[in-house]
Structures are given as structure tokens and as C-alpha cells.
């Protein structure tokens, strides 16, 4: 079965910097393309960022860019998110979410919480 | 990027009812539409894939059709667990985009 299980989540104040991780099990997690996608309180989803299976292509939402680097490591079936200069408007609860080409985001992990907050 | 726009936002519907829920893209994302169910408190679930498709496992009384701009989701009956929120989601260039999603409460 399937299964990917976010950790690293918290309170940070605005200008810090946090690194989520994401432990995928059930499957080979070195042949999937991978994202994480985040959801502020109360609100919709907002996909964020993309990484291809050997990590040869990688994709971020504009307002993530230079400030959030995704990253995996297929050999300990992980998945990261160094997110820097954190803001505001950036807490929400983060998911990893597997996908397939162009077909969506097949599985999802249960979220971690991030509250940017002084 | 690209627009996704849902309607209803919220819709009232009873046990039993069929339901639509339209999705419109701000251009041409022929068949690379996604439908997703969220139950608060959980993370969202795939209901259709490449607009029309059946993810496995899913009840077959949900259904989705369309291509180019225009998307639906129906539901042909609904029941008790279905009341959630629905979002759709292009998957046919970056940054994906969804939908602000429809709630669907029970009347």
C-alpha cells in the first residue's frame, strides 16, 4: 500500500527558514515524479512544486521561487522542501502528493502544518 | 497561467440527487483535467483523471466529461459521504492551477 507521510512542520517566525521532508513507502518511489502542494487555512489548494524522478526537472509556482528548493533522495524514498525567507501568507498545510504524466496526484501524503507567524 | 474557474462555489443538494459541477480553463488544456475530492480535515483524494477516467477504486457514480475549456463533474446519485468539496486541476502545463472549489452541503 501506498503511503507518504510528511514531517517537519511548525511555528517560524517571518524570514526563517524550515526543511519538510516526506517518507514514501509502498511503492518505487525512484520512478514517480513527485510534488508538494499546499493549502493556506480555509482556503483551496495551490500546487507549488515539481521534481521528475531523477530530479532532472524541477518546477516551482512563482511566488515560491528563489526562496522554497525541492529535492529527493531516491535511496532513503524521501522527498524535501527547504522552504527560506518565509512569509506570511506562507502558512498553510503542505502536502507531498505523487503524480503520474499529466494525469494527476494519485496519492497524497496527510499534510504537516506550517505557521509563519512573529 | 492558466485559469481555473468552478461553479457553483457551493451547491445544496439531498441524498439521492444527481449533481454537475462545471470547470472552466482560462485557455485550452484539451483532455489534462483532474477532479479531486477533500473531506475537511483530509488531504484531497483523486476522483477523474485526464478528464474523463475513473481512478481506481473510485464509485462509478461519479463521472466527468469534457475537453478543450470546458469540464464537468457529475455525480448520478449522491450519497451521505459525497458531501465534500470538489476541485479541479489542470495538469497540462505549469504552474498546475485548480479550481477554488465547489462545496457541495447537504440540503
Known amino acids: 500500500e501506498v503511503h507518504l507521510v510528511e514531517s517537519g512542520g511548525g511555528l517560524v517566525q517571518p524570514g526563517g527558514s524550515l526543511r519538510l521532508s516526506c517518507a514514501a513507502s509502498?511503492?518505487?518511489?525512484?520512478?514517480?515524479?513527485m510534488n508538494w502542494v499546499r493549502q493556506a487555512p480555509g482556503r483551496g489548494l495551490e500546487w507549488i512544486s515539481f521534481i521528475s524522478s531523477g530530479s532532472t526537472t524541477i518546477y516551482y509556482v512563482d511566488s515560491v521561487k528563489g526562496r522554497f528548493t525541492i529535492s529527493r533522495d531516491n535511496a532513503k524514498n524521501s522527498l524535501y522542501l527547504q522552504m527560506n525567507s518565509l512569509r506570511d501568507e506562507d502558512t498553510a498545510v503542505y502536502y507531498c502528493?505523487?503524480?503520474?504524466?499529466?494525469?494527476?496526484?494519485?496519492?497524497w501524503g496527510q499534510g504537516t502544518l506550517v505557521t509563519v507567524s512573529s | 497561467d492558466i485559469q481555473m474557474t468552478q461553479s457553483p462555489s457551493s451547491l445544496s443538494a439531498s441524498v439521492g440527487d444527481r449533481v454537475t459541477v462545471t470547470c472552466r480553463a482560462s485557455q485550452s488544456i484539451t483532455s489534462y483535467l483532474n477532479w479531486y475530492q477533500q473531506k475537511p480535515g483530509r488531504a484531497p483524494n483523486l476522483l477523474i483523471y485526464?478528464?474523463?477516467s475513473l481512478q481506481s477504486g473510485v464509485p462509478s457514480r461519479f463521472s466527468g466529461s469534457g475537453s478543450g475549456t470546458d469540464f464537468t463533474l457529475t455525480i448520478s446519485s449522491l450519497q451521505p459521504e459525497d458531501f465534500a468539496t470538489y476541485y479541479c486541476q489542470q495538469g497540462y502545463i505549469t504552474p498546475y492551477t485548480f479550481g477554488q472549489g465547489t462545496k457541495l452541503e447537504i440540503k
Open positions: 485526464d478528464a474523463s
Open positions: 502528493a505523487r503524480s503520474r504524466p499529466a494525469d494527476g496526484f494519485d496519492y
Open positions: 509502498g511503492f518505487t518511489f525512484g520512478t514517480f515524479t
